[in-house]
């Protein structure tokens, strides 16, 4: 074991392979690979200077489904971002055929943290124990700005705590994105009045990354108080810069759009626990939005507790965040997700709140009775 991997300091990368693989050889290509590629005579002397940079084998070891080992990277061979770390443990590799990455250790400082956090959102919320609502503008597309403020005005009166755009909308000419916000801003306003606390409306902020992040400048300085994210489609790059820039400053909620084509093939891509857990959590997310088991999308109990105990363990001084619950949530499965997850959730719902058969008001009373709590 490296020094580094002995002090606590190193990346651990935890890899699968199928059976019929030499798992002990392909660690050996990742780690000789993914590090220095390779050194030969002309570097004769600088053997301690390549050394340092070097991933090292820790274990081949029989696990479920195939073959596990486990492989120390250097920290040093990063920039402490998501983005060289990934390039590092499972870049070029990931093209070298079936192989999987099931898990990250990572140095407790190491990447870019929550501004919120469960904490800091329920505060910033006035919100300190009961899950909080969010819900999702339908339909995706074809409304207008106006639109969107007369679906906003149907939730008024209610406790609801957020609403989104939905991701599939973008800075579109039928509803262009800071036209929106303003749309909505004199409601949002009217229910900060009227309750004493915000409604927080995450919009969602797209466009190539020079323009995004100009974008999301722009949208807090005219008074958006959340942000939505396809986290995938951009990187985990671009949300680290939204989650440190201080011109941004508010909540940011993670999509999963994508996340599919990362994790779903059992013996390939990384697991839903890193895609949707570990790395949201630590590239500054607040919310991560994924599929429930309960729900609309083809979802596993096992997946899904994945990503529940890496947005919200303690193996660190990280802060926790929200997990939530997606995708043809209904009032109906609300006491089953309070089993799985507790309080400590964002339940969110789109069309059962806004194409329900009946008033949006009704259908978030409906959640706050689902959730046994006064609306």
Request: aromatic letters at 6%; a negative charge; one cysteine or more.
């Amino acid at each position: 074991m490296t020094p580094a991997a002995s002090s606590g300091a190193a990346i651990i990368a935890t890899y699968r392979f199928p059976p019929g693989i030499d798992a002990a050889r392909q660690a050996e290509i990742i780690a000789i690979g993914q590090t220095l590629g390779s050194a030969d005579a002309r570097f004769a002397g600088r053997e301690q200077a390549l050394a340092a940079c070097r991933g090292q084998v820790l274990e081949v070891r029989d696990c479920e489904d195939g073959t596990c080992a486990q492989v120390a990277f250097p920290v040093g061979n990063t920039e402490g971002d998501l983005g060289t770390l990934l390039t590092m443990v499972f870049g070029k590799y990931s093209l070298a055929g079936p192989a999987r990455l099931i898990d990250l250790r990572l140095p407790p400082d190491f990447g870019t943290r929550p501004r919120f956090g469960i904490e800091g959102l329920r505060a910033r919320l006035g919100v300190p124990e009961r899950p909080l609502l969010m819900a999702i503008f339908k339909p995706a597309l074809g409304l207008t700005a106006a639109d969107h403020a007369t679906l906003l005005r149907s939730v008024e009166d209610t406790e609801l705590d957020l609403i989104k755009d939905d991701e599939i909308l973008g800075n579109l000419a039928q509803a262009p994105t800071l036209e929106r916000l303003r749309a909505c801003r004199p409601v949002l306003e009217a229910i900060r009045d009227r309750r004493g606390r915000d409604l927080l409306y995450a919009v969602n902020v797209t466009g190539r990354a020079d323009v995004l992040l100009e974008r999301a400048r722009a949208l807090v300085a005219q008074g958006a108080n959340a942000l939505l994210l396809n986290v995938l489609v951009y990187g985990y790059p671009m949300l680290e810069a939204l989650a440190a820039d201080p011109a941004v400053g508010v909540p940011i909620i993670a999509h999963p759009a994508l996340a599919g084509a990362l994790a779903l093939a059992p013996d390939h891509g990384i697991d839903y626990g890193l895609v949707l857990g570990r790395l949201m959590r630590r590239g500054g997310a607040d919310v991560v939005l994924h599929p429930a088991r309960f729900g609309s999308l083809p979802f596993t109990a096992a997946d899904e507790a994945r990503i529940i105990s890496a947005l919200r363990d303690s193996d660190c001084a990280w802060p926790a965040v929200f997990p939530g619950p997606s995708a043809g949530i209904k009032p109906a499965i609300v006491p089953a997700l309070l089993a799985d997850y507790g309080r400590d959730l964002v339940i969110n719902a789109g069309s059962a709140i806004f194409d329900a058969g009946r008033p949006p008001k009704a259908a978030v009373e409906a959640f706050f009775e689902a959730m046994a709590i006064p609306a």
